[in-house]
């Protein structure tokens, strides 16, 4: 991406995109389970050690869940969903911060009738997320709250 000092916010389509950004898929097809995510790196410098990125999900769509060692600031920027962060859910909303720490699943699902549309910061070297294995994966379901999120049908309070 070369440089540019201003870099135009459009509206394309519905989705939010920026002058000269490009328009990419989340994760290469079939990488790990996901729905309707599209992703566009906003910084990204050989002179600094983070990146920003800015992540689209389409209504009643969801990003994977997934672990690893690198942690993400998150700022949401549009719409509202639910994200799921270590063993609890949480409702987020436009301008609301995400904390997400290393070695925490994490998942991030629009609402059925909204996108969730947010800014990500990340180290720009950074390990490989993990997926999780049945056993994780049936712990976290045995979490009620969890395992409706799991299902897509969490609805906050
Ligand atoms: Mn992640």
Do not use: N
Not at 82 to 91: M, N, R, S, W
């Amino acid at each position: 991406m070369s440089e540019s000092t201003v870099r135009a916010f459009q509206q394309q389509d519905d989705a939010f995109r920026w002058s000269g950004v490009e328009l990419r898929a989340y994760k290469e097809e079939g990488a790990a389970p996901f729905r309707d995510v599209t992703r566009q790196t906003l910084f990204a410098r050989a002179d600094m050690h983070g990146e920003l990125r800015y992540f689209e999900v389409a209504a009643a769509g969801h990003s994977t869940l997934e672990r690893h060692v690198h942690a993400h600031a998150v700022m949401i920027l549009r719409g509202r969903g639910e994200v799921l962060v270590g063993e609890q859910v949480h409702p987020v909303k436009a301008l609301d911060l995400v904390s997400v720490p290393p070695l925490t699943w994490h998942q991030f699902r629009a609402a059925a009738d909204a996108p969730l549309g947010f800014l990500c910061m990340v180290d720009a070297q950074r390990d490989r997320p993990q997926p999780p294995d049945a056993d994780e994966i049936a712990r976290l379901r045995a979490i009620p709250a969890v395992a409706a999120f799991l299902a897509g049908s969490y609805t906050p309070r």
